[in-house]
């Protein structure tokens, strides 16, 4: 069992930035691949990118390729995402989501467990 807490989010204006954590509790934290995925308002929740469980392998959607970094911390028991050039489009809740394989996945299926969501707004 992971429990998972995202914090970071907030207010922020366009082309400005953002990092976003996501704590996770429990001794398998580091075993996890971590997902961050978002929910805009009448939205369909979308992938945003993963980490396998070493942090040697990472991946994002096209859409914040080269704005969004995600990286870890598996002695803090913490995943990250920093967020560049954000955009309006960029509002959404943003989850993190544990996915036990360890290599992680872009889809929200593949995840067991998932945080509460951290809001993100941008404004223009």
């Known amino acids: 069992q992971v429990h998972l807490v995202e914090s970071g989010g907030g207010l922020a204006q366009a082309g400005g930035s953002l990092r976003l954590s996501c704590a996770g509790s429990?001794?398998?934290?580091?075993?996890?691949?971590m997902g961050w995925f978002r929910q805009g308002t009448g939205k369909e929740r979308e992938f945003v990118g993963a980490i396998s469980w070493t942090g040697g392998r990472t991946y994002y959607a096209d859409s914040v390729k080269g704005r969004f970094t995600i990286s870890r911390d598996n002695g803090k028991n913490t995943v990250y995402l920093q967020i560049n050039s954000l955009q309006p489009e960029d509002t959404a809740v943003y989850y993190c989501?544990?996915?036990?394989?360890?290599?992680?996945?872009?889809?929200?299926?593949?995840?067991?467990?998932w945080g509460q969501g951290t809001q993100v707004t941008v404004s223009s």
């Open positions: 429990g001794h398998t934290f580091s075993s996890y691949a």
């Open positions: 989501a544990a996915e036990v394989s360890g290599l992680g996945s872009v889809n929200s299926i593949d995840y067991t467990y």
